[in-house]
């Protein structure tokens, strides 16, 4: 089963054999392909050649193809602000008080910068369709009357009711047009993202919003695709409003509980994905953060079908590769999930003087020490220590071979001590040789000799 | 007398403007003092704002309701001036240099106002030198920031640190969705809100410490 297959049965909720991983790419591209924020969102080459980095370094079982929720306002007669790491930012609203929505400019995908992101689409669907679910993205119904009448819009809905209703039916409207386009081009998932979700409260939500949601989603189920609702900050009060709309699936960040909305979204039979917390741990921290908060949402997300991992909105321009690719090894390998489990807690100034390592210098035969989730249980920590005893019996000479697994303190402050960077590893002397990758029996057999002959 | 108070009250607190144009007129016409008014004013803002924070209300509803009170005061201000009252203190706000993100500042702004400071925006994409300049010139008693994105979080800290290159009678307090209480600490601010409400007790126990 393809990576788009495992994705595309999460997000019907079906049961898959692993948890699919979605990293949401939008100006991250740039920055893996060098360009910057402008130069990245107003070329299709660019894009693509983004996208094809992310997708060799992150391994997705789905990405965005573009995430500008500024491409129908901008049609439409808002003026953008671009800066160098960001989408661009909406700074004027056309629509006035008397919401003339007829005098705004005709919306067509064959304006703005709507066909350069469709052929994106096509470019990357030739390219990386079979593997990767390509997601198209749209700027939901309040969101895109925010970008035309400006936070008024709210006001409005309070004693301008009719003018309010007019403007998000057009805005629905737009939305179902690129909905058609991206369809045609290619685009697996319609992701409706409507951030502004977060800051209105159930019974506007439910009155106001979501019928106008519900045309659309409606809309992509009857082209036979699936659909996303993608909610930035902290929407917790909306959940169940939310799956009460006709959409496939509920996309949340890191304000939202995630185990919050596994419980809602499972009980209304819809699929769900987040939020792995974007600036604390994949802009500004380490892999093994990443690690922690990988297997924290998968904790949240708990037993059951339909959850999908991704990061909780647009990845920031200059997210950590290595902290993306991380997630993306884990996503795809339960036996580093468990070693992830056991990583010890991120303000842990444990320095494990309780435990001490031999003098590796002084001792009379050589010391293998492989650090190991535990044999017992884990197929390569199997391999990887059989490889060492294996080795050690072809060696001849006298050498000892100890396993510390870290499910137990020993192991753990063996890992520390001895900088393991992963899980299984083989030391010799106290110098990691093998991380991950089982070696040679051959090349193994070396470096005990070289270990010997240093001594 | 106590009921177009009361009226004026829950006129704001229900974000009703023509109630609220209705009651304090009426305040003003029974001869009611014009600093009991904008008390009155002032507790249905508060009310506003703790039911903001409870996640009782949302967004939409503090703004009706800053619109009611906005309402309110282009009635009551010049009787207030007048009178000779004018707000304590006084708050410059402005989101960073590159940020061109607005409503958690209005918001900010909106409540601020509510809670009877003057409030001196300088809107969006704000420059440090201008804040700092603008700061100087309104002798502000606090100087709010505002960041929506990760990216613009290194612009707060440059704004914060030339604020801070000399000693200034003024106190920084930060806020917008990527700050935390860990980031104000570690580029120097006076303090950190997490929503419009929190500012306002926020800013009034800033003021009353200083």
Same mark, same amino acid.
């Not at chain 1, 573009?66 to 609203?93: M, N, R, Y």
């Not at chain 1, 009980?267 to 994905?273: I, M, R």
């Not at chain 2, 409870?54 to 207030?80: D, H, Q, Y």
């Given at each position: 089963?393809?990576?788009?297959?495992?994705?595309?049965?999460?997000?019907?909720?079906?049961?898959?054999?692993?948890?699919?991983?979605?990293?949401?790419?939008?100006?991250?591209?740039?920055?893996?392909?060098?360009? !910057?924020?402008?130069?990245?969102?107003?070329?299709?080459?660019?894009?693509?050649?983004?996208?094809?980095?992310?997708?060799?370094?992150?391994?997705?079982?789905?990405?965005? *193809?573009?995430?500008?929720?500024?491409?129908?306002?901008?049609?439409?007669?808002?003026?953008?602000?671009?800066?160098?790491?960001?989408?661009?930012? %909406?700074?004027?609203?056309?629509? #006035?008080?008397?919401?003339?929505?007829?005098?705004?400019?005709?919306?067509?995908?064959?304006?703005?910068?709507?066909?350069?992101?469709?052929?994106? %689409?096509?470019?990357?669907? /030739?390219?990386? =369709?079979?593997? *990767?679910?390509?997601?198209?993205?749209?700027? $939901?119904?309040?969101?895109?009357?925010?970008?035309?009448? #400006?936070?008024?819009?709210?006001?409005?809905?309070? !004693?301008?009711? !009719? $003018?309010?209703?007019?403007?998000?039916?057009?805005?629905?409207?737009?939305?179902?047009?690129?909905?058609?386009?991206?369809?045609?081009? @290619?685009?697996?998932?319609?992701?409706?993202?409507?951030?502004?979700?977060?800051?209105?409260?159930?019974?506007?939500?439910?009155?106001?919003?979501?019928?106008?949601? +519900?045309?659309?989603?409606?809309?992509?189920?009857?082209?036979?695709?699936?659909?996303?609702?993608?909610?930035?900050?902290?929407?917790?009060? +909306?959940?169940?409003?939310?799956?009460?709309?006709?959409?496939?699936?509920?996309?949340?960040?890191?304000? *939202?509980?995630?185990?919050?909305?596994?419980?809602?979204?499972?009980?209304? @039979?819809?699929?769900?994905?987040?939020?792995?917390?974007?600036?604390?741990?994949?802009?500004? @921290?380490?892999?093994?953060?990443?690690?922690?908060?990988?297997? /924290?949402?998968?904790?949240?997300? =708990?037993?059951?079908?339909?959850?999908?991992?991704?990061?909780?909105?647009?990845?920031?321009?200059? %997210?950590?590769?290595? +902290?993306?690719?991380?997630?993306?090894?884990?996503?795809?390998?339960?036996?580093?999930?468990?070693?992830?489990?056991?990583?010890?807690?991120?303000?842990?100034?444990?320095?494990?003087?309780?435990?001490?390592?031999?003098?590796?210098?002084?001792?009379?035969?050589?010391?293998?020490?492989?650090?190991?989730?535990?044999?017992?249980?884990?197929?390569?920590?199997?391999?990887?220590?059989?490889?060492?005893?294996?080795?050690?019996?072809?060696? $001849?000479?006298?050498?000892?071979?100890?396993?510390?697994?870290?499910?137990?303190?020993?192991?753990?402050?063996?890992?520390?001590?001895?900088? *393991?960077?992963?899980?299984?590893?083989?030391? %010799?002397? $106290?110098?990691?040789?093998?991380?991950?990758?089982?070696?040679?029996?051959?090349?193994?057999?070396?470096?005990?000799? +070289?270990?010997?002959?240093?001594? | 007398?106590?009921?177009?108070?009361?009226?004026?009250?829950?006129?704001?607190?229900?974000?009703?403007?023509?109630?609220?144009?209705?009651?304090?007129?009426?305040?003003?016409?029974?001869?009611?003092?014009?600093?009991?008014?904008?008390?009155?004013?002032?507790?249905?803002?508060?009310?506003?704002?703790?039911?903001?924070?409870?996640?009782?209300?949302?967004?939409?509803?503090?703004?009706?309701?800053?619109?009611?009170?906005?309402?309110?005061?282009?009635?009551?201000?010049?009787?207030?001036?007048?009178?000779?009252?004018?707000?304590?203190?006084?708050?410059?706000?402005?989101?960073?240099?590159?940020?061109?993100?607005?409503?958690?500042?209005?918001?900010?702004?909106?409540?601020?106002?509510?809670?009877?400071?003057?409030?001196?925006?300088?809107?969006?994409?704000?420059?440090?030198?201008?804040?700092?300049?603008?700061?100087?010139?309104?002798?502000?008693?606090?100087?709010?920031?505002?960041?929506?994105?990760?990216?613009?979080?290194?612009?707060?800290?440059?704004?914060?640190?030339?604020?801070?290159?000399?000693?200034?009678?003024?106190?920084?307090?930060?806020?917008?969705?990527?700050?935390?209480?860990?980031?104000?600490?570690?580029?120097?601010?006076?303090?950190?809100?997490?929503?419009?409400?929190?500012?306002?007790?926020?800013?009034?126990?800033?003021?009353?410490?200083?």
């Amino acid at each position: 089963m393809t990576g788009k297959e495992i994705l595309l049965k999460a997000l019907r909720n079906e049961p898959t054999p692993r948890v699919p991983w979605v990293p949401f790419v939008g100006v991250h591209g740039g920055s893996l392909a060098g360009f !910057d924020a402008k130069d990245y969102l107003e070329s299709a080459e660019r894009i693509v050649a983004g996208l094809k980095i992310a997708a060799e370094r992150y391994k997705p079982d789905g990405f965005p *193809v573009v995430f500008d929720l500024q491409l129908e306002a901008e049609i439409l007669g808002c003026q953008l602000t671009w800066a160098k790491e960001t989408p661009p930012a %909406v700074t004027s609203h056309p629509l #006035g008080p008397d919401y003339a929505i007829e005098a705004l400019p005709e919306f067509s995908v064959d304006k703005g910068r709507m066909p350069l992101a469709l052929e994106a %689409v096509r470019q990357i669907k /030739r390219d990386l =369709g079979e593997e *990767v679910a390509l997601y198209g993205l749209l700027t $939901g119904p309040l969101t895109l009357a925010l970008h035309l009448r #400006g936070d008024d819009v709210l006001l409005d809905m309070f !004693d301008e009711e !009719d $003018g309010v209703e007019k403007l998000f039916d057009y805005c629905a409207g737009i939305a179902n047009q690129m909905v058609d386009a991206y369809l045609e081009a @290619g685009i697996d998932v319609i992701a409706v993202v409507d951030p502004m979700i977060s800051q209105i409260g159930p019974d506007h939500f439910t009155d106001s919003v979501a019928p106008h949601l +519900n045309d659309i989603f409606a809309h992509i189920r009857d082209k036979g695709a699936l659909s996303s609702l993608f909610v930035c900050g902290n929407a917790t009060r +909306n959940l169940e409003a939310m799956c009460s709309t006709v959409c496939d699936n509920i996309s949340v960040d890191e304000n *939202v509980d995630l185990a919050a909305l596994a419980k809602v979204a499972r009980a209304s @039979g819809k699929s769900f994905g987040g939020n792995l917390q974007l600036t604390k741990v994949l802009l500004l @921290g380490d892999t093994n953060d990443t690690k922690r908060e990988v297997v /924290r949402c998968l904790d949240q997300a =708990g037993e059951g079908t339909g959850f999908v991992l991704a990061p909780g909105c647009d990845l920031p321009y200059a %997210v950590k590769p290595e +902290n993306l690719e991380a997630v993306a090894e884990l996503a795809r390998d339960p036996y580093q999930i468990e070693v992830a489990r056991k990583l010890p807690p991120k303000d842990s100034n444990d320095a494990f003087d309780d435990f001490s390592i031999p003098t590796y210098s002084a001792e009379p035969a050589v010391i293998v020490d492989v650090v190991t989730l535990d044999s017992a249980g884990c197929a390569p920590c199997a391999y990887m220590l059989a490889a060492a005893k294996k080795a050690a019996s072809e060696y $001849g000479l006298p050498i000892d071979v100890r396993e510390h697994k870290i499910t137990c303190r020993d192991g753990l402050a063996y890992m520390a001590k001895l900088g *393991v960077t992963a899980i299984p590893s083989i030391c %010799v002397d $106290g110098q990691e040789q093998f991380a991950s990758i089982i070696p040679d029996r051959k090349e193994l057999v070396a470096r005990y000799a +070289n270990a010997a002959a240093a001594k | 007398m106590e009921n177009s108070l009361q009226k004026l009250t829950e006129a704001i607190k229900t974000g009703k403007r023509n109630e609220a144009r209705v009651a304090t007129q009426a305040a003003l016409d029974a001869g009611i003092v014009p600093e009991s008014i904008l008390s009155a004013l002032s507790e249905g803002m508060d009310d506003v704002g703790c039911r903001f924070k409870a996640n009782n209300i949302f967004v939409p509803e503090v703004l009706v309701a800053a619109r009611a009170m906005k309402t309110s005061m282009e009635i009551l201000g010049p009787e207030l001036v007048k009178s000779g009252i004018e707000p304590e203190h006084t708050l410059v706000i402005g989101t960073v240099q590159g940020d061109m993100h607005d409503i958690g500042k209005n918001l900010v702004a909106m409540m601020m106002k509510g809670a009877n400071f003057k409030v001196i925006d300088l809107g969006t994409n704000v420059p440090a030198q201008t804040i700092l300049d603008a700061a100087l010139e309104h002798k502000a008693d606090l100087v709010g920031l505002s960041a929506l994105l990760t990216t613009t979080m290194p612009a707060m800290r440059e704004t914060v640190t030339l604020l801070r290159t000399e000693r200034h009678p003024f106190k920084v307090i930060i806020g917008g969705a990527p700050i935390s209480q860990e980031f104000a600490d570690e580029i120097g601010a006076d303090g950190f809100a997490t929503d419009a409400a929190s500012t306002v007790e926020l800013a009034r126990s800033l003021v009353s410490s200083s």
